[in-house]
């Protein structure tokens, strides 16, 4: 099927995120799981830089993508979070609002190396508020070698509270073993409670799955 796929600007703000009302799908993990290697695999052309320079950390890249004749959709990629600090517990209201999304966001703690000044949290934290008002539907991406993680068990907690609707993907899974991937599916599942998808945007295994993932939460989000 042919996709075509272009980097349309890196967002700060409200003002720099689409308005077309076309669909949105936002990508959420940890720096480093495999989000950028992802991208690329899905739409089959490097669009998204891996390793990307650390001041742009903060700013969510916005592509829009369009797959064969289904209508196009943006792929929001959010800054990865950090991997230092224990997150604080959830709290707040309800999806949708304001201070919810804003207070799951802050619990997933994080977001920086510990040597990271508040003010990049601040930044993260802003734009992924902004993007989550917006109920997009969104994939929070895991490696698949580390289930369970502090970071995104609390990432997982606002995803899933704020996204339109949400679905778990285990990236890097050509880096297990046959036993090693039975053994962390079922950790994942048990952790995050739902499916988790695995892929690998080395061998391209699972994509074909995530495409169907990523058409049915957009029609749903
Ligand atoms: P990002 O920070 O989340 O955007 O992560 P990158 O896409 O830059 O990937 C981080 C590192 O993991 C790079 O060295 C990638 O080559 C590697 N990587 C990403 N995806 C995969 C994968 O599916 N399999 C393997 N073996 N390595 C991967």
């Known amino acids: 099927m042919n996709i075509e796929a272009a980097f349309v600007r890196s967002a700060v703000g409200a003002s720099d995120l689409p308005r077309d009302g076309l669909a949105e799908v936002a990508l959420v993990g940890r720096s480093n799981v495999g989000k950028s ?53 959830a709290r707040g209201p309800q999806r949708g609002n304001r201070v919810g999304v804003q207070a799951r966001v802050e619990a997933a703690g994080a977001l920086s190396p510990a040597d990271a000044r508040r003010s990049s949290q601040a930044e993260f934290e802003a734009i992924v508020s902004v993007v989550f008002e917006r109920a997009p539907a969104a ?11 502090a970071s995104d068990r609390a990432a997982w907690q606002w995803v899933h509270a704020a996204a339109g609707d949400a679905a778990v993907v285990a990236t890097k899974i050509d880096k297990l073993g046959r036993g090693e991937r039975i053994r962390a599916s079922r950790e994942l599942e048990s952790v995050f409670e739902t499916s988790v998808l695995p892929v690998s945007a080395v061998t391209g295994e699972g994509l074909d799955q995530l495409w169907t993932l990523i058409d049915r939460l957009k029609k749903s989000g």
């Open 37 to 89: 290697s992802l991208i690329n695999a899905l739409v089959r052309q490097r669009v998204a830089r891996t390793s990307a320079a650390p001041g742009k950390t903060r700013l969510a890249n916005v592509y829009r993508v369009r797959r064969g004749s289904i209508a196009p959709f943006y792929l929001l990629d959010l800054p990865g979070y950090g991997y230092a600090r224990a997150p604080r517990q």
């Open 139 to 149: 994939l929070l991406l895991v490696d698949a070698r580390h289930p369970g993680l």
